[in-house]
């Protein structure tokens, strides 16, 4: 059974920095894709970032890129997402998930196409809230 537990959220000023972690378990961590959502209050969840774990091939929404790193630790079975000069509009409970990656897509792709099937999920585990002060 798939089973991922994020953490890392917390409180922190406009400027600073925070990073969440994502500990799997329960699957070949080699063989998966894993993301990162939000959803800030009143807004739908939104895909952050994907990394896919055999090749570190990775993925930003625009509004992240240059401020956020996604990383994983094989030897921990963990996914790291570096939230560097955050803004109050990163405010949001953040997810993770994963996804097996298909040996039919391309390896360029395949952060895109495993965050479209993550997206389409409508089971979530606990997240873990971020909120930027201003």
């Known amino acids: 059974e798939v089973q991922l537990q994020a953490s890392g959220g917390g409180l922190v000023q406009a400027g600073g920095s925070l990073r969440l972690s994502c500990a799997a378990s329960g699957f070949t961590f080699d063989d998966y894709a894993i993301g990162w959502f939000r959803q800030a209050p009143g807004k739908e969840r939104e895909g952050v970032s994907c990394i896919s774990i055999s090749d570190g091939g990775t993925y930003y929404v625009e509004s992240v890129k240059g401020r956020f790193t996604i990383s994983s630790d094989n030897a921990k079975n963990t996914v790291y997402l570096q939230m560097n000069s955050l803004k109050p509009e990163d405010t949001a409970v953040y997810y993770c998930?994963?996804?097996?990656?298909?040996?039919?897509?391309?390896?360029?792709?395949?952060?895109?196409?495993?965050?479209?099937?993550?997206?389409?999920?409508?089971?979530w585990g606990k997240g873990t809230l971020v909120t930027v002060s201003s």
């Open positions: 998930a994963a996804v097996p990656v298909s040996a039919d897509w391309e390896p360029n792709l395949a952060p895109i196409q495993a965050m479209v099937l993550m997206a389409a999920r409508n089971s």
